[in-house]
């Protein structure tokens, strides 16, 4: 078996100011269990609960980075990558089926939206702390939507699509352990994040995940 090949765009490509084209508002009403047409907010209600988002989006610095790497794959859970790494997972190997490379990327809120849902919960303020974690959580997965969305350009001009989905460590048999990997070769600590004993990123709210690429020029959405 052959390992893998040179990719054009090995070299991690940070972003150090990630803007939105829009705030996953919606999403963020979903996650804290809002479902339209049911639920009824009070006026007092609607307005504290703008004012949290208002205060956690002042407190969110969005980045990030990615990667393409080649890959290999041997037998029905090895992942091969340059440098000797390997992935190993049957569940990652089925999702990659049919990739010629991988994308990885991983994307941060930065550490002050971490330390204010935290105060919020030591000082009994659960409902703004709530709130807090769900427009970090929403908005730092719409910042690897939108570095999906910034890969899957770039490989468009090459004949090749970013493939369905995401797949991130600590889902299914991909142990949270290859985070450190992940880290190390996106070099998050450019971007402030680092990796805990636990294999947890720290700040909290930073995320990483893995996505295919394969040939031909149907271009899926990476989510």
């Known amino acids: 078996m052959t390992g893998p090949r040179a990719s054009p765009m090995a070299e991690v490509r940070y972003f150090d100011a990630i803007n939105l084209p829009s705030f996953p508002r919606e999403a963020v009403y979903r996650r804290l269990g809002y479902r339209r047409g049911k639920t009824v907010l009070t006026p007092r209600q609607g307005e504290e609960t703008e ?3 208002a205060r956690a ?5 969005l980045k990030g980075a990615v990667t393409r790497l080649p890959v290999a794959f041997a037998g029905e859970e090895t992942i091969r990558l ?3 790494h390997v992935f190993i997972s049957r569940r990652l190997r089925r999702f990659l089926a049919g990739a010629e490379e991988i994308c990885l990327m991983g ?4 550490a002050e939206i971490g330390a204010a849902i935290r105060e919020e919960q030591e000082a009994g303020r659960l409902a703004v702390a ?3 974690d769900a427009v970090a959580s929403e908005t730092v997965d719409a910042a690897l939507d939108w570095i999906g969305a910034y890969v899957a350009a770039q490989v468009r001009r090459e004949g090749k ?3 369905k989905g995401r797949f991130s460590a600590g889902y299914g048999d991909f142990s949270l352990e290859n985070q450190t990997l992940i880290h190390e070769l996106l070099g ?3 971007l402030g994040v680092g990796v805990n004993e636990a294999c947890v990123l720290v700040p909290e709210k930073s995320v990483t995940a893995v996505a295919g690429i394969a040939g031909g020029v149907e271009e899926e959405t990476v989510r």
């Open 51 to 53: 004012k949290a988002v």
């Open 57 to 61: 989006l002042s407190l969110i610095t």
């Open 82 to 84: 340059p440098g000797g």
């Open 107 to 110: 994307a941060t809120a930065g």
């Open 130 to 132: 709530v709130v807090l």
């Open 161 to 163: 699509r970013v493939m």
């Open 188 to 190: 998050l600590e450019r």
